[in-house]
Each structure stands twice: as C-alpha cells, then as structure tokens.
C-alpha cells in the first residue's frame, strides 16, 4: 500500500513539474533575431594591425530555433539615414575598395545567442578616403532565412570607421606627469625585497599576444634632470631585477602586469653607511611585436632617494673654537653666557655663536665638533641667530671637513650663504663616516668694522646642523 502511495506522489510530482517547465516556456516570447548594433556605428580600425571588425547577429527568445543570416551591402540605407538625419553632415558610402566582407553569412544555432560577421580592411587605400573625406560610412542590411522572428527595427546599421594608431603603452594612473613613480626612501627596518607591479596597457583589444620588450635608458635621465633641476643617478644594478624580455600583453586583454624586485640593502646594507642620494630606474618601452610603442607613455621613471635624517646632538661637544667672544677679555658676562661656542649646538638660535669682535682677526674660523659616536655625514649647514641679533649673521662661504681621530682631517665639501639674511644653508658633502667635524668659514660679505666692532670679519651662527645617520652598525668604542 505504501509503495502505491509512494509512486503515486513521484508521478504528481512530475505532472507538477512538467506543468511549471510549460507555463515558463507559455511566457517566453519565440526567438526574434537581429544586429547587435543598428543604426550609426562608428568603428575603430586601428593602423598595423590585421584585426577584422565583428558585427553581431543576435538571437533573444526561447532559443528553440536555427536562424541562418546574412548581411549585404545596401546603400538605400544610407539614403534613408541621410534623408531623416537632422544634421548638416550627410555620410557617403565607403568605395568598395576600402573593405572586403570575409563572414557575410552565419548561422545560429539553438546554442548560440551572437555569431559575428566579419570586415577586413584595406587600410592604406582606407587611410587615402578618410584623408578627404572622414564623413563615409558602410551600409550594411541583414536577410534572416529561417523561421524565426525578425526584429524588422534591428536588421540594418552603417560602419563609420575612424582610423586609430594601435599603441601599447604605460598605464600612467600611479605616475606623474613625467612618466615618474616615486618610491619611499627606503630605511633599515625596512624588509630586504620589495616587489612591485607596473602595468602596460594597449588602447585595444589584443586578437592575438603582443609581446613587448623593455629596456634601461640612461639618457631618459639626463633628460628629466636638465628639465627638473634634479641631480638623480642610476640605480645600480644589484639595487633592483626586471625582466626586459619574455614580457606580453595577452589575446583579448589589453593590459599586463610586469613585476620589478627593489632590493634595499644595495642602497641602505644592514652593515654600512647608506648610499644616500636620488636614484632613479629609466625604463623604456624598447618594442612591441604588433602595433606601435607610445611616443609620448613610453617612459617609466622609478625614482627612489635615501634621505639623510637630522643627527641629534645629546652627545655632540665642542672642542675647539678659533674665534670665540669668550675669548675676548672686554666680553661681557652676558656675552659669555649666550654667544659661546657651544651655542652652535645647543639646539636653538635664541643662544648663538658670535666671533671675537673688538679685536681683528684673520679668516678662517672654525669650530670643532666631537659628534659623539661615528656618524655617517651626508649634509652640513647652519642657522643665523633668531630675532634682532640676525644682524650679526655675516658668514657668506666656507667649508666643511671630518676627522675620525680629531688628527688626520679629510675635506669633503664646501658651503655658501646666498646672502647674509638667508635664514638656513644647508650644503650637501661627500658622504664619509667620522667622529669629528670641523666647519669652517673662509669668506664673510662685508667690513663688519664700526662702532665697537674693530674685527672686519667679525660674524655671528646661531646653529650647526649635520644630517646623516648614526653609525649604529658599528660596535662604538669610543664613547
């Protein structure tokens, strides 16, 4: 009894679903076929490249049905186009010589909803056309032989090419201007390898691979430092990896992702003084095996700079000054306590340095600096004193040199002051890891003489700034 009841249900069941599978195909219109794209269509036909151009018949419905289409040239279409167009411009028809219908019929089965006709161009004579006349277009009417509905607003369309130079370029949306992407300095905490994505980018689709060759162009460099103002140098080569081949743009896409590795310790080693400076990647877009490089996108700048930081001064000490207002025996207490030496590295101008000034004395002047530890400097420069006493600022020129026994001295730059009341110098020196720093100043801007001031060359600072970074790497043993 249960197995009479059991196959009874089964048997409703199906009934039910038959039923609900016919009331769906009740409500679903029989298939109606036509273009894809009627009326005016304007089509890129790209310079270099073979690609046809697709026009697409499409099926809609049940999909139950075949439909076998063609399409044809029929210039009544263009006739009727221009007589209801309300536009002065009026399209003639394209010479035949221009194009060639290498799919002019198609079939599509109960399986397919689009099949495309197909258009091959000749683009030289099409190029001569459009020279003269860029107001052409191709008229096209489709003929459905089959049984299916026709969607009688759908069955016409006219090709308007536009001619299009087909370049694979650089996609600019992380760069400036200047094809430039500038990277973070880099620091020690940083990880040892970076890996970065740039993107190369086609403004078509791509009917087959595209391979792309890149290649380093030092030139591009000098280029955007006589434009810039920049001294930026070549990132050395175990600093960063890149492949210049084997690179390509696949069929039917229109971008790729090619990968570069950064590799910090090149320029900032765990065991070294950083190689401080501007460095920069210049990466061109060498060749493409299709279509045209970009002239104008076809530059990639990867700019990255090791910024030498501010050294603090908790164990900076001075141990010689040549000129020094305490020196002098006429100083007053309140000279003494605010314009010694060691207010060239107290931290502030409101406390500053100033030369002996009722007696002459010959240039230059120096100040010596115990830094404390083994430092790596990179950049030296100074601050005239704050507030009123700015007056006394007169340092125009000079030089820097470093030591690591306070003995045996190195110059590794010079200095100059743009003008007297210039606020803050700063000048960059050759990067040299030392204990001792010697600034000095060789040349003043004018006859500083009057009044109580009998020294020509009397001048005033009212703070020494180093920047670089603390040898940290090394074991300091002479603290």
């Not at 679903?17 to 009331?23: A, G, K, R």
Request: net charge negative; glycine share 4%.
């Amino acid at each position: 009894m249960k197995n009479k009841l059991y196959i009874s249900l089964l048997a409703a069941s199906a009934l039910a679903f038959n039923s609900c599978e016919s009331d769906i195909n009740n409500f679903m219109v029989d298939d109606t076929v036509g273009l894809l794209n009627s009326g005016l269509v304007t089509t890129e036909v790209y310079l270099g490249v073979d690609d046809p151009t697709k026009v697409y018949a499409i099926k809609a419905g049940k999909g139950f049905q075949d439909a076998q289409v063609s399409i044809k040239v029929d210039n009544s279409v263009l006739t009727e186009y221009n007589e209801l167009s309300t536009t002065a411009v009026k399209l003639d028809e394209l010479p035949a010589d221009c194009y060639s219908i290498t799919v002019s019929s198609v079939t599509l089965t109960s399986d397919d909803y689009r099949v495309p006709f197909e258009i091959s161009w000749n683009r030289d004579r099409l190029s001569e056309v459009l020279a003269q006349n860029p107001n052409v277009g191709l008229p096209l009417r489709m003929i459905v032989d089959s049984d299916a509905a026709i969607a009688t607003d759908r069955l016409t369309t006219i090709i308007k090419p536009t001619l299009e130079t087909p370049y694979v370029s650089f996609d600019m949306s992380k760069l400036d201007k200047n094809g430039v992407f500038k990277a973070v300095s880099p620091t020690r905490d940083q990880v040892y390898e970076s890996e970065l994505y740039f993107k190369v980018t086609s403004n078509f689709i791509a009917q087959r691979d595209i391979e792309y060759t890149l290649e380093i162009d030092e030139t591009l460099i000098a280029e955007y430092n006589e434009a810039n103002g920049t001294a930026y140098k070549l990132l050395p080569a175990e600093a960063y990896k890149l492949e210049l081949t084997g690179n390509e743009i696949k069929q039917y896409l229109s971008e790729d992702m090619f990968k570069m590795y950064f590799y910090r310790s090149a320029l900032v080693p765990d065991n070294a003084p950083s190689n401080f400076g501007d460095f920069m990647l210049p990466i061109r877009i060498k060749s493409v095996s299709s279509s045209y490089v970009d002239p104008v996108n076809c530059k990639l700048l990867y700019a990255v700079s090791v910024v030498p930081m501010t050294v603090e001064k908790s164990k900076w000490s001075i141990v010689e000054c040549n000129s020094d207002v305490n020196d002098d025996p006429e100083s007053t207490d309140s000279e003494k306590a605010n314009n010694g030496a060691d207010a060239l590295i107290d931290g502030t101008t409101s406390k500053w340095w100033r030369s002996i000034y009722r007696t002459a004395q010959d240039l230059p002047y120096y100040a010596v600096i115990d830094l404390g530890r083994k430092t790596a400097v990179a950049k030296v420069g100074f601050e005239i004193p704050a507030s009123s006493n700015k007056r006394y600022a007169n340092s125009k020129a000079g030089h820097v040199e470093v030591s690591e026994d306070g003995t045996t001295w190195v110059n590794v730059g010079t200095w100059e002051s743009p003008s007297a009341a210039t606020q803050s110098v700063v000048a960059d020196v050759t990067p040299t890891t030392a204990r001792y720093l010697k600034f000095v100043i060789d040349e003043v801007f004018k006859d500083a003489s009057s009044g109580s001031i009998k020294n020509p060359n009397a001048t005033a600072i009212g703070e020494i700034n180093v920047w670089g970074e603390v040898a940290t790497w090394e074991e300091d043993t002479e603290e």
